[in-house]
């Protein structure tokens, strides 16, 4: 692909979504801690936020820590936080001065007082930046995040704020973690497995999805471009009649 494409390029998702899958995996196989994949990992994500940016594709989400990720040993966590916090201390001056509005989704609870601060000034630092906006999903479960904007719903009925005819799928996805964000076009996992993992189960379910046997801290951007040449050969036709023909 011509990565010189111009963003107004019609065939071009609006939004690409990553389930960055195999980092342990990557360490595994070079006789490395897990952290050392999660760490190489972190290249494959400036690799991809910079041919997000050279296509003209306004949103990207990369799938970063799920709420289940919290079952794994303390030491991985306590290093993923780590991690994290060099990310958001290294990268964030750069991120602003290429024009990048970050946003965090997922349960901000459960991170450490000092990442949410971070957070916090990160995201209003970038919020007036139009480049690309980038989401990354941080404590982070679809499950939870349906079930807390049902259970929003569900209060504003039963205080009389909201009739249950006014409730539409638009009206459900304003109490989504992603509201204001287009739903994925593309989502693209790695490693080879073909799941959601409880990754933008609602936002997802007209994504056209793009499976890579690499393990995530080998994808590159020839690896990106060539998921967003796949999903350009594709036809879309959101359950029309003739996608049964």
């Known amino acids: ?28 196989a070079r006789g490395l801690p897990r952290t050392l994949g999660h760490r190489q990992g972190a290249e494959a994500v400036r690799r991809c936020i ?15 820590f799920s709420s289940e990720n919290w079952r794994r040993p303390m030491s991985e966590v306590d290093d993923l936080m780590g991690l994290l916090r060099r990310y958001l201390r ?6 602003h001065q290429n024009g990048i509005s970050l946003r965090i989704i997922g349960e901000r609870a459960r991170l450490p007082d000092d990442i949410v601060r971070m957070i916090d000034d990160a995201e209003a630092r970038t919020r ?50 992603t509201a204001g964000i287009p739903d994925p076009d593309l989502l693209i996992r790695t490693s080879g497995e073909q799941r959601l ?20 801290p080998d994808f590159d951007k020839g690896d990106f471009l060539a998921a967003v040449e796949e999903y350009q050969r594709r036809e879309r036709r959101y359950g029309t009649a003739a996608e049964s023909q």
């Open 1 to 28: 692909m011509d990565s010189s494409r111009l963003p107004s390029d019609p065939t071009l998702p609006r939004h690409v979504a990553i389930i960055m899958d195999g980092n342990g995996r990557w360490a595994k």
């Open 50 to 64: 910079t041919g997000a940016m050279e296509l003209g594709i306004p949103n990207l989400t990369l799938f970063g």
């Open 90 to 95: 290294s990268e964030l001056a750069e991120l």
């Open 197 to 216: 993992s409880n990754f933008l189960l609602w936002q997802a379910a007209y994504s056209e999805f793009v499976f890579v046997d690499k393990l995530w």
């Open 128 to 177: 007036a930046n139009q480049r690309l906006n980038l989401i990354i999903a941080l404590s982070y479960g679809s499950r939870q995040e349906i079930t807390a904007a049902a259970r929003r719903l569900a209060e504003l009925t039963a205080s009389g704020d909201l009739k249950p005819e006014e409730i539409d799928e638009a009206r459900f996805a304003e109490g989504l973690l």
